[in-house]
Every structure is written in structure tokens, then in C-alpha cells.
């Protein structure tokens, strides 16, 4: 199918609620408004789900999933894999509407068409490897059989960074596991998935198996799920607060739960490096999605020795960016999701500035409609500044020197979070016993990019619990029983 232009595309994209299969209006007939980041205008009005929504959403979830957990495990594959397929037609579709909604420069949306349907086709080819063992009893008493089953209905909350991929990452191990699923996407993007449940029901998932509920109301749509007996499983992307929030009320109902959160990562420039290596995997780490991602470089932690070097070369390249709205071609850098984002880095910048930090590119955000903020580099942040603390989750490269193996990993692991780590150096030695001492789930040697759909993504401390991706992405969806045989 050839490409729509914007208009035709958000014609096309359903609007109402996907229930179970169906596509129905909210509950209550009320809708919100979807906005473009490059304008702030209304792209669209969603039907606004309500509670009482989300609990049909879950009976015809209880009520497809037997039949679901049944489906042979090839069946459950072809689907995926189906529309894998279906989706790939639409690449094109598919960029232009995240773009639209979420405001990242199309090149971005590309991209992560191409990451987020990668989980669909590596998830379809894992549903047929689930697999338990068997074990004679150690007392030769009898065998122990070892089953994995799906866990049950499951409800996903999904961020507005990569809005078709932290919706694949979870659809798709949850399917191929056999569970049925109820997806809350973020109230700024819900248009991506509701155009991939539209796929979905063409590739002919059965009715009840999925349901993707927009909404504006978060707490209150997901809150009596959350309470309810027959809901198996909560998996959350998004800030460490509502992250903590969901687990308190995850946790009185005892829900299996994944928790993909905040991140800060560090990124260590040893003095031993190659220096430009390293800052293409600075740009890359540091801008990749706008900076809008949980695993983006924030904190630059650089050699003294080879600071001035590499400051100097970071700033050219970062001063190459085009910011503007995502669909213009010549972007490489979109707007920034909403206003209160581009606020949060504001302040951040300014309190580094107020004690400091020396601006080297940016800080300054351009006059007219839309939430930009240009690509940032700050030299001599100060220790006590609130940006090596807080997520900026922009475009803003905060930097600092160290003298010693020591101190770079000190300063590396001064984070609340524990998500991703970026170091580089030539020295294998060092990569090794420096990856040992970080604090994250993910660490990224002499590389920008780390994501994989072949890799258990996920972090520690206050960047959550559980992995997404990899052989123990399906874990997550699976319960482990044993029969003990005579
Ligand atoms: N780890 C990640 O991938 C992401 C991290 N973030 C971080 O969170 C910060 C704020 O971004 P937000 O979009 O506001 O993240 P958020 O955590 O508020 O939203 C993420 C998802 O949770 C939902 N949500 C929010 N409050 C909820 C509640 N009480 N009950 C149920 N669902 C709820 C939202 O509708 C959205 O679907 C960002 O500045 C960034 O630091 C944001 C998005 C993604
Ligand atoms: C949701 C956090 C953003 C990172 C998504 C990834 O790189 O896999």
C-alpha cells in the first residue's frame, strides 16, 4: 500500500475503543484530544475510555483465554508473524503517524518500525520454543515434570517515547506465551496502537485476545483492573513514580508485574578511548529519539585528560542536528513530547547554569508554536546540579572530568537508577572490570546503541524490575508448574 499523506492517514487510523476485538465508542461517548508537538494543534479526538470499558476489556479477556492458551503455539506465531508482515507494508504508515503524534524526526519513526516489529517476528519464533523439563526425583521416588503455562490476562501501560515499540515489546511475548492482553496506551499516543490493533484484527486475532483502551483518565481506568482477582499480570513503561505507584497496588493484589522505569545513564569516555569513536556513540546515545528514551546518555564523564578534545568534537556534531517539526525532511531533531517536558528541561538547564555549568551549545529554546528545545551541551556541571540527579529525557548532554578509574565509576553509579551504562576505551581489561562495577541492567562498551530485540532489556534500583526482549522476555509472561509423577 503507498503512503498516505497526514490527512488521509489520520482518517484512517479508528479512533473508537479496540474491545476484545471490537471497535466501539467510550462508554461515556467522550473523547480527547491528540496534539502535535510541532504545533501543539489537535491531530485527532480518541474515544476517552471509562472504567466500565476496561472491565468488558477484561471479561472478554477471562473469556478468550482459555481458548487462547489452547491455540497451538505455531498458531500463535503465524499470527505474529503475520502481522509482522503487515505491518512492514505500513512501515511507512506507521512512521509518519508516530511522528505526528510523539513529534520525532521521521528518520527516528523509521527506525523504530523497524525495532518494534522485530519483537513480533523474534516473539513469533519464541512462542514455539516455550518449553518445561523433565526430572527423575533425586530419591528415585518418581519423575518431576516441569510445565510452563501463560500467566493469565494481563494489562500493559505503555509510555509515549516509542509508542509502537513499548507496545510490541509487551503484545508480543504476551501473545506468543498464550495470555490476552489489555493495553493502556499514553494518552499523548494513542494512535499508533490503535492502528496496530486494526492490523492485528485483520490478521485475524481471535475476538477477546486484545484490547487497546486510550484514555485520559490512567488512574482511573486501570485502577479497578488492578483490584481485580482475574487480572494476572501488570507490565509498566514509564516515569519511577507512577512506576512506584502501580507496584504498591500491583503488589496488595500480588500481580506478577514488570516494571521498565527512569533511567540517568552514564556514559564514561576513558582517557585511553578512541576519541571519535566515542562521540558518535555519545550523539547516538546522547540524541537517539531526541534523548527521549529511558536508556539515553545524560551524564558525560569524561578524562580530564581528553575533556577539551572531546567536548570540542560533541559539539560540532551535536551543532549538526536540524531542529524542527519531525515530518520536515531536513529534521534530525523533533520537538519534545508536551509542554511540561520541554519545561522540565528548562529548569534543569538552568539550575545547571546557575551553578556553573558552562553552556558549550544551546540552552536557549526558539521563539513560535511547539515544544523544541535545541541540542545542549554543558561543560563543568557542578556535582550538586539537579540534572546529573533527575532524568531530562531532552536533547542535553550534561558533562563532567574525572582523574581515576575510581572516581569514574563513583560518579558513574551516583544515580538513583540503574537502567543503561555506556563506556569507552580500548582496553578490554578495564571494559570488563568497569561493566562488572556499574549499577545497571544494560551496558553499552565502545557502542551507542544497546537495544536489541535478542537482549533482556530492563534495569535495577529505581529503574525497575523484570526484562523485555530476549529468551526472558516470554519468561515474564509464563508461570512455571510441576507434576510430580509416580
Ligand atoms: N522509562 C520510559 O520509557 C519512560 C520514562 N518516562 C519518564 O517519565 C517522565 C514523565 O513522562 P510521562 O509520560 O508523564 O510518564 P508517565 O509515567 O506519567 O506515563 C507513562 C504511562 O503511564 C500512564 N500513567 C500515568 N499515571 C498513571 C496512573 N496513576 N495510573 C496508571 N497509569 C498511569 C500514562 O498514561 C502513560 O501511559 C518523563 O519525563 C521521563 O522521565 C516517560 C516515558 C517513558
Ligand atoms: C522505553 C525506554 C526507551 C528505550 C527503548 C529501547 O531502546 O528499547
Redesign the pocket.
Known sequence: MGSMDTSELIRSVPTDLFLGGEWVPSGNRATFPVHDPATGDVLAEVADAAPEDAMRALDAAVAAGRDWAATPPRERAELLRTVWSKISERADDFALLMTLEMGKALPESRSEVAYGTEFLRWFSEEAVRIAGRYTPAPAGNGRILVTKQPVGPCLA??????PLA?GTRKIAPALAAGCTMLV?????TPLTLLLLAQIFAEAGLPAGVLSVLP?SR??D???PL?EDPRLRKLT????????R??AE?AGRSLLRTSL????NAPFVVFDDADLDAAVEGAVAAKLRNGG????AANRFHVANSVREEFVTKLTERMASYRLGPGTDPDTTLGPL??E??KK?VIELVEDAVAGGARVRLGGETPEGPGWFYPATVLDDVPRSARILR?????PVAAVTGFDTEDEAIAAANDTEYG?AAYIFTRDLDRALRVSDALESGIVGVNRGVVSDVAAPFGGIKS??VGREGGTEGIEEYLETKYIALR
Open positions: 501501560i505503555t509510555p509515549w517515547n516509542f513499548m493502556k496506551p499514553a494518552s499523548e484514555t490512567a488512574g481506568v486501570t485502577g488492578l509498566f513503561t514509564g516515569s519511577t513514580a507512577v512506576g505507584a502501580l497496588k521498565e522505569l527512569g533511567g527521549e528514551a529511558c536508556t513530547i508536551n511540561n517536558q522540565t533527575e532524568e531530562v529525557f531532552g537502567l529503574s525497575g
